[in-house]
Nanobody, 124 residues
Framework: QVQLVESGGGLVQAGDSLRLSCAASGRPFSWYTMGWFRQAPGKEREFVAAIKWSGGSTNYLDSVKGRFTISRDNAKNTVYLQMNSLKREDTAVYYC?????????????????WGRGTQVTVSS
């Protein structure tokens, strides 16, 4: 079992930056692919970014490439999502998740453990 707790969300203006954090506990954090997903009101949950257990590979939703950066610190059992140049369409609840493998990291169904989410609201 892995417990995940997100933090760092908030209300910002378009163009601002935020850094989300996800602290993990339970099974060894370094075993897992870590991902960020988001869900906006009235929309389905969508993949945002993922990072392999080693940190050597990452994957991003096209619309966030060049603006968001995912990283992890296995010594601190924490994964981060640095979000720059935020847009109104980035407004959503952001969820951290852990998957046992890399290869289909964009599919929510591959993630076994989920956090409760943190709200990000971007105003214009």
């Amino acid at each position: 079992q892995v417990q995940l707790v997100e933090s760092g969300g908030g209300l910002v203006q378009a163009g601002d930056s935020l850094r989300l954090s996800c602290a993990a506990s339970g099974r060894p954090f370094s075993w897992y692919t870590m991902g960020w997903f988001r869900q906006a009101p009235g929309k389905e949950r969508e993949f945002v970014a993922a990072i392999k257990w080693s940190g050597g590979s990452t994957n991003y939703l096209d619309s966030v490439k060049g603006r968001f950066t995912i990283s992890r610190d296995n010594a601190k059992n924490t994964v981060y999502l640095q979000m720059n140049s935020l847009k109104r369409e980035d407004t959503a609840v952001y969820y951290c998740a852990a998957a046992p493998s890399w290869g289909s990291e964009w599919y929510a169904e591959n993630y076994a453990f989920w956090g409760r989410g943190t709200q990000v609201t971007v105003s214009s």
